[in-house]
Nanobody, 111 residues
Framework: QVQLVESGGGLVQPGGSLRLSCAAS????????MTWHRQAPGKERELVAG???????NYLDSVKGRFTISRDNAKNTLYLQMNNLKPEDTAIYLC?????WGQGTQVTVSS
């Protein structure tokens, strides 16, 4: 069955960095468009970044230049490198493929 397991979240000060990982299994990972979404308390879930199997990417405007999505198809793993983090980036970050979702990892940006 499809499994998506995120890791790498935590508490970081403004301006800091984190790298999220999503270990995928149960499907042909390299073929599919993968995404990172986030959901903050009281807000709707939003698409943060996506990457095709061939490596083409797209980003939410507010994270362009700060976040980088990547994938290692040999390891069936999706990544999100987040730099210059801001308090407004605080949310649960979720990995997604098709209609499948991981459990999410909490990112908190606070001094």
């Amino acid at each position: 069955q499809v499994q998506l397991v995120e890791s790498g979240g935590g508490l970081v000060q403004p301006g800091g960095s984190l790298r999220l990982s999503c270990a995928a299994s149960g499907f042909a990972f390299s073929r599919y468009y993968m995404t990172w979404h986030r959901q903050a308390p009281g807000k709707e879930r939003e698409l943060v970044a996506g990457i095709t199997g061939g490596g083409s990417t797209n980003y939410l405007d507010s994270v362009k230049g700060r976040f980088t999505i990547s994938r290692d198809n040999a390891k069936n793993t999706l990544y999100l490198q987040m730099n210059n983090l801001k308090p407004e980036d605080t949310a649960i970050y979720l990995c997604s493929y098709s209609y499948f979702w991981g459990q999410g990892t909490q990112v908190t940006v606070s001094s």
